[in-house]
T-cell receptor, first 115, second 112 residues
């Protein structure tokens, strides 16, 4: 029973480069959420996707950040022209339905470091 | 607005003691709450959840209490073990039902 899988676990980029973070939800889950966590803080919501659709992107910066969840393959969080402030842990979660009372299950995150 | 907070950033207990971790929330319309445990280098791990139509829910060694009158949530861990050492977060579902709103976390340290 594979849980939510994220890769890479660690990613180092130089300022101005692109970062691509991948997330495969739990088997049978079609709802994916991305969160960002800064050191010593709680997780902050970024975006919620279902297959091929962005449902809520209210927590995602308007520039440089994008997310997708294609019909086939993992969900991708893409950060273009990274800056030092993008350094954080990025977590993906999935759920089986959009029912308000279903827990989200998290992966172990991608730690992004910007040099 | 929607915000979730915790009363104490750290809690230290002895092995075998009971632990109580508290959380206050501000949105009286919130209807679903979750507790997560996060160990170093890992993602949040689901512990227990509770809907607003309940005031108590029990799991294995854990109990969540919800007091809607004062907008307070607590997590009780019975017979705390060293393996319980972690950061604990409460979270509430936002009104749109699309995201979780996390508090800052309480670091639980269990000494033998």
């Amino acid at each position: 029973n594979a849980g939510v899988m994220q890769n890479p676990r660690h990613l180092v980029r130089r300022r101005g480069q692109e970062a691509r973070l991948r997330c495969s939800p739990m088997k049978g889950h079609s709802h994916v959420y991305w969160y960002r966590q800064l050191p010593e803080e709680g997780l902050k919501f970024m975006v919620y996707l279902q297959k091929e659709n962005i449902i809520d992107e209210s927590g995602m910066p308007k520039e440089r950040f994008s997310a997708e969840f294609p019909k086939e393959g993992p969900s991708i969080l893409r950060i273009q022209q990274v800056v030092r402030g993008d350094s954080a842990a990025y977590f993906c979660a999935s759920s089986s339905t959009d029912n308000r009372n279903q827990p989200q299950h998290f992966g172990d995150g991608t730690r992004l470091s910007i040099l | 607005g929607e915000s979730v907070g915790l009363h104490l950033p750290t809690l230290s207990v002895q092995e075998g003691d009971n632990s109580i971790i508290n959380c206050a929330y501000s949105n009286s319309a919130s209807d679903y709450f979750i507790w997560y445990k996060q160990e170093s280098g890992k993602g949040p791990q689901f512990i227990i959840d509770i809907r607003s139509n309940m005031d108590k829910r029990q799991g294995q060694r854990v109990t969540v209490l919800l007091n809607k009158t004062v907008k307070h949530l607590s997590l009780q861990i019975a017979a705390t073990q060293p393996g319980d050492s972690a950061v604990y977060f409460c979270a509430e579902r936002n009104q749109a039902g699309t995201a979780l709103i996390f508090g800052k976390g309480t670091t639980l340290s269990v000494s033998s």
